[in-house]
């Protein structure tokens, strides 16, 4: 029998999959892992993009991650996946929009209130367009 | 009797607003069910993250992170987690009540204390009350995503970094059974004690990139998750508390109902009580 090693990729809002693979292939931050069982110990952090478990079956499985952490122990791979697209403005925005609320709402004021969030919105959208354009450059 | 038709319009509405009751009641039991599994699905992430960031301490000693160290505190924050709705019997009052109490103490020490409220009955309350509130987040349905909780805890860390408050609290209800929850208020920056667990082994990592800049990561997601867990588990609060509330509503309406038919069915016999014996005496008058 061919040598596996145990897969779990968990997100925060639940487990995604869990499982024995003979290598698993992940989008690091530093370029393309692939993992193989007995695999150094390694931490990284994830770039968007698909991570790919070999069951060994001849069958490959998907799963798209929007970033995280990629831990390898030697008997162990974990993939921390993040649910929400994560880049600093992506995250710049959405603070400043928890801020821009809180203020607003203590202030009871509603007037720019449309095209604040709007803007914010808008932010928030190229940032992801961004996000995904950069997926998309290291796909092809 | 004038009264017999008023009492059947009330009889009436109450049986109205006992559909309604019991209609939430029913709701807020099957919402429940969702949201302990959703607060079910959360916890692997969080002991994953915890394993790791255990043995990245571990290995690196002498590497100590902002949200690992303690400092002396003159400001502190709290992170409020609440319902975005009310009809849920006693539990964001109790909340408050008990983080009231909290705070007072921190005031009686000399310490300043900030809010980031979650939920909009949370941001209502600090409005009445008065405080600082940093961030808010609110309106985030019954199945909430962490992008949304993002801005709120970013908000929180960066005043903590830049050391503008000294600790972070939050503060929830924690879920112990349908009858019961627990207001809860727990220390989240510093991260306390939860790195110091034995651990049987442990690996030279390599890191991809440098390891401070992983922990950063990583820390920063640990904590999001921490507040993501307590919102889902203050979501599942919520519908059960929600539930309790709504049953206790219908029957007491059921109650009400039933002595007001007793009045009405007094009422109508005394009517025609009365007919008949006019009838009588009229007769008897002829």
């Known amino acids: 029998m061919a040598m596996t090693i145990h897969v779990d990729i968990v ?130 | 009797m004038a009264g017999a038709k008023e009492i059947r319009t009330k009889i009436a509405s109450i049986k109205n607003t006992q559909k309604i009751t019991s209609a939430m009641e029913m709701v807020a039991a099957a919402k429940m069910r969702k949201a302990q599994d959703r607060k079910e699905a959360t916890r692997p992430y969080a002991e994953k993250m915890r394993n790791v960031i255990g043995h990245l301490a571990h290995a690196h000693p002498e590497y100590v992170h902002t949200f690992m160290k303690e400092r002396d505190v003159s400001r502190v924050g709290y992170i409020v987690v609440s319902s975005d709705r009310g009809l849920c019997g006693g539990l964001n009052s109790n909340l408050f009540r008990k983080l009231v109490k909290d705070i007072r103490k921190q005031q009686e020490a000399g310490i300043q204390v900030d809010f980031c409220t979650i939920g909009s009955k949370a941001l209502g309350f600090f ?109 599942a609060c919520e519908q059960s508390a929600r539930m309790v509330a709504m049953k206790a509503a219908t029957d007491n309406a059921g109650n009400l109902i039933d002595e007001l038919q007793l009045v009405y069915n007094k009422a109508r016999q005394a009517a025609i009580t009365q007919e008949i014996s006019e009838i009588v005496a009229g007769a008897a008058a002829v």
């Open chain 1, 11 to 140: 997100s925060a809002e639940g487990a995604i999959h869990s499982g024995q693979a003979e290598m698993v292939y992940a989008p690091g931050e530093m370029g393309e892992l692939g993992i193989a069982p007995r695999h150094t110990p390694l931490v990284t952090r994830l770039k968007p993009g698909d991570v790919r478990v070999d069951s060994g079956k001849g069958e490959m499985e998907h799963f798209y991650v929007s970033g995280g952490i990629l831990e390898v122990q030697p008997h162990v791979v974990t993939v921390l996946a993040d649910t929400a697209i994560r880049a600093k403005d992506i995250d710049e925005a959405s603070a400043l929009e928890a801020k821009r609320k809180a203020e607003e709402a203590l202030a009871g004021q509603k007037e720019d209130f449309e095209y604040a969030k709007a803007q914010a919105e808008l932010a928030e959208a190229v940032a992801q367009l961004r996000a995904i354009e950069k997926l998309r450059k290291t796909k092809s």
């Open chain 2, 127 to 235: 409005k009445r009350f008065g405080g600082k509130v940093r961030a808010q987040a609110s309106h985030l349905g019954d199945a909430p995503h962490i992008e949304q909780l993002i801005g709120t805890v970013k908000v929180m860390l960066d005043a903590y970094e830049q050391g503008e408050i000294d600790r972070i609290y939050i503060a929830y209800n924690g879920f112990v059974n349908t009858m019961t929850q627990n207001p809860t208020i727990e220390q989240l920056v510093p991260i306390a004690g939860e790195t110091e667990q034995e651990l049987k082994h442990h690996w030279d990592y390599i890191y991809e990139p440098e390891s401070k800049e992983v922990l950063d990561g990583l820390l920063t997601r640990y904590i999001e998750s921490l507040v993501y867990q307590a919102v889902v588990e203050n979501g």
